[in-house]
């Protein structure tokens, strides 16, 4: 196990100061005009790739790190950029975790590195598991996968809703349903080959933040994927969804729902960290403005309501960085989150950042509330913290019944 330690080492430091450059001089500078444009920032995406940062080898560098402050630190760093443009640049990324974490070593080396092409043709991959009547309730999902033998295919139907990269995406993985008696339990996911008929983009979504983040409707007709396309395989698939109805038999043949949700722990902190980012770009900007505005013949910051209004902000930020560390730490040494500490970092990073963002705002008065500044961006980015990955309301209630024993539905 890694010892844990406040101070990154030297190469996270290295990383990390390389991260900050790249966000510094190449995200921020183009982070009003692609919030503006509301499309994918290709260009940046493909210079991200040409220094390394979009890959798969960057992304399992960070992921696989002992220390668990790999993901953290980088998304953090990247966030702080812009968080439209960095959600284009860590997207696909978030769907090859799921193929990381579920696939076998074939399926791994054959559809992850379709999923960020090449330097000089980059691509995009998509992770599909919401619906329009399936959000923070997973087990309600309806798009059902269904194997048809003689050909040694599934038959994929259904639609998919807030797809970060869908329909764009070269990859998609898309979660279904085998096993409808099962709730969440008998989901599966499966890897949707580029060009593969019946697959079409739904409706893009116009969004009050991170415009820079392409987030569409996935429609799936007929869709037919190879049995090799299903992560993990058939037999493991078989072995998960017998355990499964032993356990559902056990229990009087109540429904299983919701335990999918655990899994999300581990991934949560992330999401946590892309909040703090965004919250220490809007604190740094308060901060600065506060230092070099001045009204009635001194900086702003001599008043003790601007001076205090920043200290809480830094405060909180330090404070969400380190719930964040933690449960970093904690999934990437297998230890349990009997509390929940995944979806608290989470819940306190991102309602952390709505906060901050809008302090922001205010210190910076009029210029806070204009596109002149980038604190408004900000805040309007720092909304979808507490709305994907699980809303505040659902890291709430996976919270409160964790700590109560409770089982998560
Ligand atoms: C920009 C964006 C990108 C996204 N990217 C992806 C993606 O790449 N892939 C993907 O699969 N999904 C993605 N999502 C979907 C996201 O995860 C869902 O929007 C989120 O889980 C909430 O689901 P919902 O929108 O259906 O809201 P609902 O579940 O309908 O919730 C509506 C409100 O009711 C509250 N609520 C619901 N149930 C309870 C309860 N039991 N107790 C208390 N309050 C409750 C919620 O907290 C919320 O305030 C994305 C969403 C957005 C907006």
Redesign the pocket.
Same mark, same amino acid.
């Given at each position: 196990m890694a010892e844990f330690t406040m101070e990154l080492n030297d190469e996270q430091r290295e990383v990390r100061d390389w991260l900050h450059g790249f966000a510094a001089d190449v995200i921020r500078p183009a982070a009003a005009e692609w919030d503006e444009r509301e499309e994918t920032p290709w260009p940046v995406i493909q210079e991200a790739a040409k220094v390394g940062i979009y890959s798969l080898d960057f992304y399992a560098q960070q992921y696989f790190d002992p220390t668990g402050l790999g993901i953290p630190m980088a998304m953090e760093e990247l966030f702080w950029g812009d968080a439209g443009i960095a959600l284009s640049i860590v997207?696909t990324g !978030?769907a090859a975790v799921g193929v990381l974490a579920n696939g076998t070593e074939e399926q791994i080396g054959t559809w992850i590195p379709q999923m960020y092409g090449d330097q000089n043709d980059v691509k995009v991959a *998509? @992770?599909? &598991?919401?619906e329009p009547d *399936?959000? &923070?309730?997973v087990a309600s999902m309806r798009t059902r996968a269904v194997y048809d033998e003689a050909k040694d295919e599934w038959v994929i139907n259904g639609t998919?809703?807030? *797809? %970060?990269?869908?329909g764009i995406a070269n990859v998609h993985v898309v979660v279904a349903v085998v096993d409808p008696e099962l709730g969440s339990k008998g989901h599966a996911s499966f890897i949707v080959p580029p060009g593969t008929p019946g697959l079409t983009q739904g409706q893009k @979504?116009k969004?009050h933040g991170?415009r820079a983040?392409h %987030?569409a409707e996935v429609v799936l007709e007929n869709v037919r994927v190879p049995g090799s396309c299903l992560l993990g395989g058939k037999e493991k698939l078989d072995e998960r969804l017998a355990r499964a109805r032993e356990k559902a038999k056990a229990s009087g043949g109540e429904r299983v729902k919701n335990a999918a949700m655990a899994t999300f722990e581990a991934s949560r902190p992330a999401v946590g960290a892309m909040a703090v980012g965004t919250a220490r770009a809007a604190y740094e900007v308060a901060l600065e403005y506060a230092t070099t505005r001045e009204q009635f013949g001194r900086p702003i910051i001599d008043n003790q309501g601007v001076a205090f209004q920043l200290a809480d902000m830094r405060t909180q930020i330090d404070a969400a960085r380190l719930l964040v560390w933690r449960a970093s730490w904690m999934a990437v040494n297998g230890k349990p989150f009997t509390a929940a500490e995944g979806s608290m970092s989470k819940l306190f990073a991102s309602e952390t950042a709505k906060k901050v963002t809008a302090q922001a705002i205010q210190i910076l008065g009029g210029n806070g509330y204009t596109r002149e500044y980038p604190v408004e961006r900000m805040h309007r980015d720092s909304a979808?913290y507490t709305?994907?990955?699980?809303? &505040?309301?659902?890291q709430r !209630?996976v919270i409160a019944r964790t700590l109560a024993g409770m089982p998560i539905r």
């Amino acid at each position: 196990m890694a010892e844990f330690t406040m101070e990154l080492n030297d190469e996270q430091r290295e990383v990390r100061d390389w991260l900050h450059g790249f966000a510094a001089d190449v995200i921020r500078p183009a982070a009003a005009e692609w919030d503006e444009r509301e499309e994918t920032p290709w260009p940046v995406i493909q210079e991200a790739a040409k220094v390394g940062i979009y890959s798969l080898d960057f992304y399992a560098q960070q992921y696989f790190d002992p220390t668990g402050l790999g993901i953290p630190m980088a998304m953090e760093e990247l966030f702080w950029g812009d968080a439209g443009i960095a959600l284009s640049i860590v997207g696909t990324g !978030l769907a090859a975790v799921g193929v990381l974490a579920n696939g076998t070593e074939e399926q791994i080396g054959t559809w992850i590195p379709q999923m960020y092409g090449d330097q000089n043709d980059v691509k995009v991959a *998509a @992770f599909c &598991s919401s619906e329009p009547d *399936a959000g &923070s309730d997973v087990a309600s999902m309806r798009t059902r996968a269904v194997y048809d033998e003689a050909k040694d295919e599934w038959v994929i139907n259904g639609t998919k809703t807030w *797809a %970060t990269n869908g329909g764009i995406a070269n990859v998609h993985v898309v979660v279904a349903v085998v096993d409808p008696e099962l709730g969440s339990k008998g989901h599966a996911s499966f890897i949707v080959p580029p060009g593969t008929p019946g697959l079409t983009q739904g409706q893009k @979504f116009k969004k009050h933040g991170i415009r820079a983040s392409h %987030t569409a409707e996935v429609v799936l007709e007929n869709v037919r994927v190879p049995g090799s396309c299903l992560l993990g395989g058939k037999e493991k698939l078989d072995e998960r969804l017998a355990r499964a109805r032993e356990k559902a038999k056990a229990s009087g043949g109540e429904r299983v729902k919701n335990a999918a949700m655990a899994t999300f722990e581990a991934s949560r902190p992330a999401v946590g960290a892309m909040a703090v980012g965004t919250a220490r770009a809007a604190y740094e900007v308060a901060l600065e403005y506060a230092t070099t505005r001045e009204q009635f013949g001194r900086p702003i910051i001599d008043n003790q309501g601007v001076a205090f209004q920043l200290a809480d902000m830094r405060t909180q930020i330090d404070a969400a960085r380190l719930l964040v560390w933690r449960a970093s730490w904690m999934a990437v040494n297998g230890k349990p989150f009997t509390a929940a500490e995944g979806s608290m970092s989470k819940l306190f990073a991102s309602e952390t950042a709505k906060k901050v963002t809008a302090q922001a705002i205010q210190i910076l008065g009029g210029n806070g509330y204009t596109r002149e500044y980038p604190v408004e961006r900000m805040h309007r980015d720092s909304a979808i913290y507490t709305i994907f990955e699980g809303t &505040s309301e659902i890291q709430r !209630l996976v919270i409160a019944r964790t700590l109560a024993g409770m089982p998560i539905r």
